[in-house]
């Protein structure tokens, strides 16, 4: 951390960057990072792979997040937020790729130290609370936007507090956050209460698909191309649906494979228990966290569930 607000005081332009599918961490902790930069009388740019899904827009400042940089914009250093390997912030590494400084700050115990400076610490709930470990470290004072997002990027990341990256020191920073005058019943609401008639009936159809291995430890949905052209959903309200197939009684592992274009396939995986599946995604030449992570395999999706599920039962009998 200290080398990280070393570099955040040489430089003065920056750029910042998460992984492709902004979700509540990587959009809280950018977010924040903007505001620590600016608090400072420097600049920073969002410039991310994706858009912000519509459910995220009503984040104080959600419209500063860019896809490419503007006509003359430019930047010193990079600050790359939320993401296990430069790979995955998408089409954003062009950007950076030209010999640029690169500050990464990330909690995925995959992360693969690709920047100049490396702060990993996969004991932090999310990048969201590094973040702010960042603001208390350099005296900086938050604003009531600011513990806004970064309560966000906690509350989402530790799927409200139930994961078990939850630890004290989060309870006492989202403690903090809400001193700032938030109310989490209001934040939960437009976090978690705002679907559509459409996306319940595409969570629907996703968990009709739901099957379960012979020793009923490990179930799995899945998505195809097909359902979203019926129900008109798009595949970032899918973000949480693998957690009903872990909710099921003595499931161990619950995986979500969801058909992409250009044959990939995207596969989330979620554990119960003492299995690691960070260590399956590898396999794959994904990551992510020991109860979370995430890979994409080339193919079909029923090639992909064949490779996969061999792969899962392996590991669950090894034992
Ligand atoms: P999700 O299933 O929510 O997309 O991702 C779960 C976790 O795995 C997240 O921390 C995410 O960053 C990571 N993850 C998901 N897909 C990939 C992937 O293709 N490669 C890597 N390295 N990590 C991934
Ligand atoms: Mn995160």
């Known amino acids: ?14 750029l910042i960057t998460a992984h492709v599918n902004l979700e509540g961490d990587s959009l809280g902790s950018q977010l924040g990072m903007k505001a620590l930069v600016e608090s400072l009388g420097k600049t920073a740019i969002i410039v ?13 400042r959600a419209e500063e ?8 914009e430019d930047f010193e ?6 993401c296990p390997t430069l790979k995955r912030i998408g089409k954003v590494r062009d950007l950076i790729a030209k010999g640029k400084f690169i500050i990464n700050v990330d909690h995925h115990i995959s992360n693969e130290k690709f920047g100049d400076i490396n702060w990993v610490d996969p004991n932090a709930s999310s990048a969201g609370e590094m973040v702010y470990k960042i603001f208390k470290e350099m005296g900086i004072k938050l604003t009531k936007e600011t513990a806004l997002v970064l309560y966000i990027a906690i509350l989402t990341d ?11 020191v989060t309870h006492e920073i989202a403690g903090e956050l809400l001193g700032y005058g938030i109310d989490p019943a209001s934040v939960s609401e ?8 459409a996306d319940i009936k595409f969570l629907g159809r996703v968990l009709s698909t739901i099957k379960v291995n012979k020793a009923a430890d490990v179930a799995y949905l899945e998505i195809t191309r097909k359902m979203l052209k019926e129900t008109g959903a798009d595949l970032v309200k899918a973000e949480g649906f693998v957690n009903y197939a872990r909710s099921i009684d003595k499931v161990r592992v619950a995986i979500i494979f969801k058909e992409d274009v250009n044959d990939k396939i995207n596969v989330s995986f979620r554990s119960k228990g003492d299995v690691d599946v960070n260590k399956i995604a590898s396999f794959f030449n994904g990551g992510g966290h020991v109860k979370a992570s ?5 193919g079909s999706i029923a090639e992909a569930e ?8 392996e590991v669950l009998r090894s034992k």
């Open 77 to 82: 250093a990079a600050i790359v937020l939320d």
């Open 306 to 313: 064949k490779k996969v599920l061999d792969k899962v039962e």
């Open 190 to 197: 437009s976090v978690y209460e705002r679907r559509s008639i």
């Open 48 to 60: 991310d792979n994706d858009a912000v899904p519509d459910h995220y827009k009503f984040l104080p």
């Open 294 to 298: 995430g890979c994409v395999i080339e």
């Open 158 to 168: 530790t799927g409200s507090f139930n994961y078990d990256n939850t630890s004290s």
């Open 1 to 14: 951390m200290k080398q990280v607000i070393e570099a955040i005081a040489k430089y003065n332009k920056f």
């Open 65 to 72: 997040v860019c896809n490419k940089l503007g006509d003359g």
